[in-house]
């Protein structure tokens, strides 16, 4: 157990819905990270917050919105679904967000039908 | 842009050593990760090298070449449990984030 939490851990919605995935991080961690991961795309980095600002954006779509809160817990936004949407989504912690040490949590899996 | 590429499948019987090859191409390093993950599961840490070398932690090892761009993932003593996904990362800049390879799938045979 990481001690990062994740809700849902399933999610079934249809094209065109929106949905929000949460996490939230290790005790005392000020960084999270958001992965998206899919059969043919491996682990990708959508995007990376710091003790409540964005720090880092990977590729994610525009459709794709996230935000950390004052009390560190992160949101994942994700809107206008599509099919290619279905993946396990992670999130990530770290005390700093500099270190290559990153501790994830059981990820939401989402399918779109 | 930031690129790794790592065998796709290994296999090998209990008892054997395994080396798992991770070549990058970065603008920026800052060191080499690896992650190992069971169908299914998160992703969890398993060792990190920042300079040229040798760094071992128990039955795992890893290396890093940095002039070559080059690293590797030894696994001694194989063990079924060990059968997973293993990742290679890179960390191109200060800040946090990972660049994934895609992974190399291990299975071990009894």
């Known amino acids: 157990d990481s001690g990062v939490t994740q809700t849902p851990k399933h999610l079934i919605t249809a094209t065109g819905q929106r949905v929000t995935l949460r996490c939230s991080p290790r005790?005392?961690?000020?960084?999270v990270y958001w992965y998206q991961q899919s059969l043919d795309q491996g682990l990708q980095f959508l995007i990376q917050?710091?003790?409540?600002?964005?720090?880092a954006k990977g590729n994610i779509l525009e459709r794709f919105s996230a935000q950390q809160f004052p009390d560190l817990h992160s949101e994942l936004n994700l809107s206008s679904l599509e099919l290619g949407d279905s993946a396990l989504y992670f999130c990530?912690?770290?005390?700093?967000?500099?270190?290559?040490?990153?501790?994830f949590g059981p990820g939401t899996r989402l399918t779109v039908l | 842009g930031q690129s790794l590429e790592q065998p796709s499948e290994v296999t090998a019987v209990e008892g054997a050593i395994v080396q798992i090859n991770c070549t990058y191409q970065?603008?920026?390093?800052?060191?080499l990760s690896w992650y190992q993950q069971h169908d299914g599961g998160a992703p969890t840490f398993l060792s990190y090298?920042?300079?040229?070398g040798l760094e071992e932690t128990g039955r795992f090892s890893s290396f890093l070449s940095r002039s070559d761009s080059y690293g590797y993932l030894l696994l001694q003593e194989l063990q079924m449990k060990d059968s997973a996904s293993y990742f290679c990362?890179?960390?191109?800049?200060?800040?946090?984030?990972?660049?994934f390879g895609r992974g190399t799938q291990l299975t071990v045979w009894p």
């Open positions: 917050y710091y003790n409540g600002e964005e720090r």
């Open positions: 005790s005392g961690d000020l960084s």
């Open positions: 970065t603008s920026g390093f800052y060191g």
């Open positions: 990362a890179v960390r191109g800049s200060t800040l946090g984030r990972l660049y």
């Open positions: 090298n920042a300079l040229d």
């Open positions: 990530a912690s770290n005390q700093r967000g500099g270190g290559n040490e990153q501790f």
